[in-house]
């Protein structure tokens, strides 16, 4: 069994899906309005993706996980629980008509950029067939020792750490090129070795349940998935299993812990009190769950009647629907948010006094009415780009601030990768874009375009030149008589034996 790439959706589908779902919500009392524009959105959100090119490029990848998981999700499960679609919203009307127009504007976007992005990514056939291997274990020791060898330069040290950590992407890059190497040397058969192994449970334990971060568990399972997909790699049934197992864990135990866990997170903490708060709240896993629904009940952002655990973070529409309400009572923010996400760029070396931006943390506090420097100044929620940007400016946000952004996302990594199934810093990019595209808002787009592109330029050339000297103290030197290693170039279609 394969799990499918998408690369393109037939429209036919699409429209039956959508007359499906409106169906669905008439029966249960949606408003005709809200109904109608659920239906706009899927079949734009379809045309877009498929202008795009799909999952083969950026701005298809940004185009699916944006559409998919801020709005489709919640939209489905909603009408799966039977709830009206418009229920438990403040201002469904708005809501709708931003999605929409968002979702059209994201469409023209991708029209015009393909007429200015190149067909053949710059930076597509950066790594020599000879050193996937050596580049995955160099990246990934590096990635888990680099900060401790950074730190013996003294203060110096201190200040590069900083923007090491900014730029440190090459765990998860190691992994991408370990799964593909492992995929092309097997002929199929293996998609894993011993350095992915070690690199998937580092990641999961130390930037995941050590951190009471979703993302931080999800991305090493994310950075295998995506090129097993990519591949097109055979899963056997005691794999697929497996991984529908993995899934459920994670649905039902996982997120309700980092969500509940973020309660007791502490700085201060030592490295022991951290293991023994997560070895407490896993315990009992169940019980844990039980108390992070406790705490949710009466959450004004909730989209469904009850907790529904993990499903409330896969839709947006009830967090910006508090944020556009919030607006529309007088309060837009403004567009100074541009200007300073640009700036925000400049590293402390050269800006040592920059000072910091948490847009998330600002807007949560307007909504519930406390000042900045008022209780907690280090939290806040996520929000779509959609309503953050119509926040800034209301409908000028929509249709003029976001597309010019995701304007210049779109040409600058479109021009960049390529396909992104060619190459390792493509699918590493895919892997950032399904937390960035929903949850990262508009400054998260800029943040892409500005410190995600230089984390990418660096983890690429890192793992071009540098990472095969680390893979030594693993490895040993290398040597000339080893076999030819296997290439990117044909990557998305590997022979694979019947």
Excluded at 110 to 118: A, H, L, P, Q, S
Excluded at 140 to 160: D, Q, Y
Excluded at 233 to 244: A, E
Excluded at 478 to 492: D, G, V
């Amino acid at each position: 069994m394969r799990f499918p790439y998408p690369e393109r959706i037939p429209i036919s589908r699409v429209a039956t899906f959508a007359a499906v779902l409106f169906v669905a919500q008439s029966i249960e009392g949606t408003a005709l309005y809200f109904s109608v524009g659920c239906v706009a959105f899927i079949l734009l959100a379809a045309l877009a993706f498929n202008a795009a090119g799909g999952l083969t490029r950026t701005s298809g990848a940004y185009v699916f996980f944006y559409s998919f998981l801020v709005v489709i999700v919640g939209l489905c499960y909603k009408a799966y629980l039977g709830e009206p679609a418009d229920s438990n919203l403040l201002d469904p009307q708005t809501d709708i008509l931003a999605y929409v127009g968002s979702i059209a504007a994201m469409l023209a976007v991708v029209i015009v950029g393909r007429r200015f992005t190149r067909k053949s990514g710059l930076m597509q056939n950066m790594l020599k067939e000879s050193g996937m291997y050596r580049a995955s274990i160099g990246c990934i020791v590096f990635g888990v020792v680099g900060a401790t060898i950074i730190s013996l330069l003294g203060p110096e040290g201190a200040k590069l750490n900083t923007a090491f950590s900014q730029l440190n992407q090459l765990i998860p890059l190691g992994i991408i090129i370990g799964v593909v190497y492992e995929i092309r040397r097997s002929h199929g058969t293996r998609s894993v070795n011993l350095p992915i192994v070690f690199a998937i449970v580092y990641v999961f334990i130390f930037y995941g349940l050590l951190s009471f971060s979703k993302a931080g568990m999800l991305l090493p399972l994310v950075c295998w998935a995506l090129p097993v997909c990519a591949m097109r790699f055979r899963f056997s049934g005691i794999q697929v299993i497996s991984c529908l197992l993995a899934v459920f864990i994670i649905f039902r135990y996982l997120v309700p812990y980092a969500q509940y866990g973020r309660n007791f997170r502490d700085e201060t903490l030592t490295f022991s009190q951290k293991i023994a708060l997560s070895a407490r709240l896993l315990e009992h896993p169940e019980d844990t769950r039980q108390k992070y629904e406790d705490t949710t009940v009466g959450d004004v952002s909730g989209y469904y009647n009850k907790p529904q655990g993990f499903w409330d973070r896969l839709q947006f529409i009830s967090i910006d629907d508090g944020l556009i309400n919030y607006t529309d009572q007088g309060h837009v923010f403004g567009l100074w948010p541009v200007k300073a996400s640009f700036l925000n760029a400049i590293p402390h070396v050269i800006w040592p006094n920059k000072p910091g931006l948490n847009l998330g943390n600002n807007y949560a506090h307007e909504i519930i009415g406390q000042d900045m420097d008022q209780g907690d100044t280090t939290t806040g929620i996520s929000f779509s780009p959609t309503g953050e940007a119509y926040h800034w400016a209301k409908w000028f946000g929509i249709f003029v601030t976001a597309p010019f952004v995701w304007l210049l996302l779109f040409i600058i990594y479109d021009s960049l990768i390529g396909d992104i199934r060619a190459s390792p810093w493509g699918l590493l990019v895919l892997a950032e874009l399904s937390h960035t595209a929903p949850e990262g808002m508009i400054s998260g787009a800029i943040y892409f375009i500005t410190f995600s592109l230089e984390a990418l330029v660096f983890c690429a050339l890192f793992a071009t030149f540098v990472a095969p000297f680390f893979a030594i103290a693993v490895l040993g030197p290398n040597k000339a008589s080893h076999a030819l290693q296997p290439s990117f170039r044909n990557a998305p279609n590997p022979r694979i034996p019947s």
